[in-house]
């Protein structure tokens, strides 16, 4: 640490560094466990892609051509291998290759499970983002009302409201704003995924109704974490001072008690998207969107238990980023971070 | 003088009355600030003196009824005071014509913003034609006027990477930089170390000649008052009982609440026979002995030693002040006496024991022969739990390494015991500690102490948080306690003005290292290291005949 510890960059640098490599290091116990946790279950991966009539020869050639047959350390090793190297199930003519980043082979759908999710996460990631952004700017700002407004009629009814949304299923209310929105006012298609590069305007006119539900249930957590870190940060000794310099009103709340208050929301604004990227289960479910929930809700009910290990690591890992973003992002917002204990 | 008739006042403060929720807090008080000169405004917390400065620029709790009259310089159109005030006037004033400084340098910075940026803000909206080229130079030659070293390192750095005492020039700075007329300064030294406090008073008086600024200190401390001010006003729940010149106030206190701030300060007598002090007659054998023990925390980036080849020694029934500034190694001593930090060398022994050999039940054994006293005394308090419960909590402790079972009205009764010897009210025992005062929670901390009848008391800035008044009490308090109990004590201080109160032995400590050692008397009357002088010419002394 000594020869890196010379300028604040180079130990923003560091600080980054070690990060990253802790983060890669969960991704890969993550996975680790995952497969443990999966394949130890009862459920014979062979047996399952075998057909009927089953013989053992049968099962034997499936198991030996699925890699199944190993040890199961050799089979977790054969999965990190091919997650950094790609690998190929079978010999000869009959042989299916995984490339790298191979994360399984899906032998009921005949499709690496990284081609899966790539055809997935679009649609995931269109949910996620777009309700995202919207959740964050309706909380924070809520929020921040409620907090300049403390102990209003404003701050207990955003009080109340929030206590709404924070009790609503989303099922629910994705299912009212259909039954509303889509179909008694018909202002929006009430399910289906059309992709930003075929048609922007008809991915928009799909994504609102998704975005909207996600945002509003969302937004209150923010609401109310927002509004508890606005009313500490104003109270704090700092907001003195920058009134007595004469600073406006606007400017105290807007620059410097936001500023601060933000640093714990953005901590719990990326656990939320890296886990919303992973599959956004029920509202997928309830507007009709093969996203990466649908996914991992296929292959729960189909036993597909390459693409389960694979969906779950690939979601494990997106929490895991947006967690290393976060960090990173704190580094750079706030000055005390890289100089830890 | 300030009371020169013929010079006219910057602020006029009249009829002042402030409430709470209709309890007044204030009654009419009144003050005069003039050019060039320090007025301070003197009183034990919760005697209004805050309430009554922070409302000339509105920083008053927004809950505060105020009522009064406030006139700058003799425009007697435009009363400060009026609640009405539009945000523009306010704005004005605040940082424009009335510079703020505050107590606590260390939090009252945004942590997330430089310095520089902080300081220029002020800028942006009094002088809103400067150019950010110029706002910058502005910034610089305040830092220069404060004294700041480096001020194109401090224009970048974040409050975090400055010490107390220089948070508090760039506090100044802030205050000064659109050469407002009027400085309120709320108890600017605090929370700094003794010599820290000497430099930041005497560039506040400075600036006051200088700039012909009127300058109001809001202080409990005489000493600070003497070091200051040239005219006073003194508060008693929120009345003005007193006013006079510093000279008048010191030689001829009329009022007994002034005599009695008057008496609390801790005089700093030094005298060459040393009769003032308690001596000890014979060396008493030794408790707590150190030898040679140096330590260094090896995850900080540059190891420096924290504390460099310590020796002392603490007589059974004893007490050595440790005194020193803030970061020299006097808590970190204290740790390694009670083996929370092992040293990488030298031996530390306790009535003839190591401590570091010991692990579990035997340290935590060792350890219950220790009683501690802390600085902060809310806390070191379970928020969440009755001061009863505090008081108990060691008892139970004993109980659980093998001492005799008390039931629960034994303990009940040694808790009211314990209580009553340190002058608190039993039937504060089902108390919390915030519906207490600062004074009476530190006796809660020290009864929690002295419930094991401990052979050494560690005392880390006992009173270093209570108005001085309250200190007096409290440093009794202590010494009663332990002619009664026979307890040796370490005493960790930065005031060297109470040490003669409280102390048989001194070792003065600097950067990790004991510069001087001592009885109390005999260093006192002739310091031999540099360091100790410095820290004795910073104690404010006050020598009427001197003035």
Same mark, same amino acid.
């Given at each position: ?12 640098? &560091? ?79 009959? @042989? ?38 919207? &959740? ?16 209003? &009629? ?25 039954? =509303? ?20 305007? $008809? ?7 998704? &975005? ?15 509004? @508890? ?17 004469? =600073? ?16 714990? =929301? ?17 509202? $997928? ?36 980023? @947006? ?19 | ?69 406030? *006139? ?29 400084? /505050? ?5 009252? *910075? ?78 600017? #030294? ?59 106030? *010191? ?120 009683? /501690? ?95 001085? #008044? ?20 370490? *005493? ?56």
């Amino acid at each position: 640490m000594s020869t890196f510890a010379s300028s604040p960059l180079a130990r923003t640098l &560091w600080y980054i560094l070690k990060r990253a490599v802790q983060a890669l290091v969960v991704i890969i116990l993550i996975a680790v466990a995952l497969f443990l946790v999966f394949y130890m279950l009862p459920a014979n991966p062979a047996q399952l892609s075998c057909g009927k009539p089953c013989t053992p020869e049968q099962l034997q050639r499936v198991s030996a051509f699925m890699g199944t047959d190993q040890p199961w350390y050799a089979q977790l090793g054969a999965y990190m291998l091919g997650i950094f190297a790609g690998r190929t199930f079978g010999t000869g003519a009959s @042989a299916v290759v995984c490339s790298a980043p191979c994360l399984g082979y899906s032998f009921r759908l005949s499709t690496p499970v990284t081609t899966l999710i790539a055809q997935r996460f679009p649609v995931t990631a269109s949910i996620a983002i777009g309700a995202a952004v919207l &959740w964050m700017l309706v909380g924070v700002s809520t929020g921040v009302l409620a907090a300049v407004k403390r102990g209003t &009629w404003v701050d207990r009814l955003l009080n109340a409201l929030s206590s709404i949304g924070i009790s609503s299923p989303s099922y629910l209310i994705g299912l009212l704003a259909i039954i =509303v929105f889509a179909i008694e006012l018909p202002l929006f298609p009430s399910s289906g995924y059309v992709a930003f590069s075929t048609n922007p305007l $008809e991915w928009l006119q799909h994504m609102l109704l998704p &975005w909207l539900v996600l945002a509003l249930l969302n937004a209150a957590g923010y609401t109310r974490i927002t509004r @508890a870190q606005m009313v500490t940060e104003l109270e704090q000794d700092y907001i003195r001072t920058a009134r007595s310099k004469g =600073v406006p009103e606007r400017r105290i709340i807007g620059v410097h008690a936001l500023r601060n208050a933000l640093l714990p =929301v953005m901590t719990l604004f990326g656990l939320d998207l890296g886990a919303l990227l992973g599959g956004a289960v029920l509202t $997928e479910k309830v507007f009709s969107m093969q996203g990466l929930g649908m996914l991992l809700l296929d292959s729960v009910t189909n036993l597909d238990l390459q693409v389960l290990v694979g969906s779950t690591l690939f979601a494990a890992a997106l929490v895991i980023i @947006a967690n290393l973003i976060v960090d990173i992002c704190y580094s750079l917002l706030d000055p005390r971070v890289t100089l830890g204990h | 003088m300030a009371t020169d008739s013929t010079r006219e006042p910057l602020l006029t403060v009249s009829h002042v009355s402030i409430g709470f929720n209709g309890t007044p807090v204030t009654h009419d008080v009144h003050f005069s600030l003039f050019p060039g000169t320090i007025t301070a405004l003197v009183g034990e917390s919760g005697s209004g003196k805050s309430v009554s400065a922070m409302a000339l620029a509105h920083l008053d709790p927004s809950q505060a009824e105020v009522s009064g009259q406030a *006139f700058l310089d003799s425009n007697t159109t435009l009363n400060i005071l009026d609640n009405t005030l539009d945000q523009a006037s306010l704005q004005k004033l605040r940082g424009g014509q009335i510079g703020v400084v /505050f107590q606590e340098p260390m939090t009252a *910075f945004n942590p997330l913003m430089t310095l520089g940026k902080q300081v220029e803000e002020s800028l942006i909206y009094h002088q809103p034609k400067l150019s950010k080229q110029e706002r910058k130079e502005a910034v610089l030659h305040a830092f220069e006027a404060v004294r700041l070293p480096q001020p194109e390192r401090i224009f970048t750095a974040h409050p975090h990477e400055l010490s107390g005492g220089q948070l508090q020039r760039v506090m100044i700075a802030m205050a000064i930089i659109n050469n407002p007329s009027i400085i309120i300064a709320d108890e600017p #030294t605090t929370a700094l170390d003794v010599t820290t406090q000497k430099a930041i008073l005497q560039l506040l008086e400075s600036l006051a000649r200088e700039r012909h600024l009127a300058i109001l200190i809001i202080t409990h401390d005489m000493g600070v008052v003497w070091e200051a001010a040239q005219y006073v006003y003194v508060m008693q729940k929120g009345e003005i009982v007193e006013e006079g010149s510093t000279r008048q106030i *010191f030689t001829a206190p009329t009022h007994p609440y002034t005599r009695m701030l008057l008496d609390a300060v801790p005089k700093l007598t030094v005298d060459s026979e040393g009769e003032d002090s308690p001596t000890a007659d014979s060396p008493a054998p030794a408790l707590v002995q150190l030898e040679h023990v140096s330590l260094s925390y090896s995850h900080r980036a540059h190891a420096k030693l924290a504390l460099h080849d310590i020796s002392l020694r603490i007589g059974a029934g004893e007490t050595l002040a440790l005194v020193g500034e803030s970061g020299a190694g006097k808590t970190t001593i204290g740790k390694v006496i009670s083996g929370q930090l092992t040293p990488q060398q030298g031996t530390v022994l306790i009535g003839g024991d190591n401590l570091a050999g010991l692990k579990g039940k035997k340290l935590r054994q060792a350890r219950s022969s220790i009683g /501690f006293v802390f600085q902060n005394s809310s806390s070191a308090l379970v928020p969440t739990k009755t001061i009863g419960w505090s008081i108990a909590e060691p008892l139970l402790v004993e109980e659980s390494l093998g001492g005799t079972k008390l039931s629960s009205q034994q303990r009940l009764e040694r808790v009211e015991e314990l209580m009553k010897h340190v002058g608190l009210d039993p039937a504060l025992a089902s108390r919390f500690p915030y519906q207490l005062s600062g004074g009476q929670r530190q006796r809660v901390g020290i009864a929690r102490a002295i419930a094991l009848r401990p052979k050494l008391l560690i005392a880390d800035e006992p009173t270093s948080s209570l108005d001085v #008044t309250v200190q007096k009490r409290v440093l009794d308090l202590l010494r009663t306690l332990q002619q009664e109990y026979g307890y040796a004590c370490l *005493f960790i201080t930065h005031d060297l003005g109470i040490v003669q109160e409280v102390a048989h032995n001194l070792a003065v400590i600097k950067s990790g290292e004991i510069v001087e050692q001592g009885s109390v008397s005999e260093v006192l009357a002739h310091p031999r290291h540099a360091y100790t002088r410095t820290l004795l010419d910073a104690s404010p002394r006050i020598d009427v005949s001197a003035r």
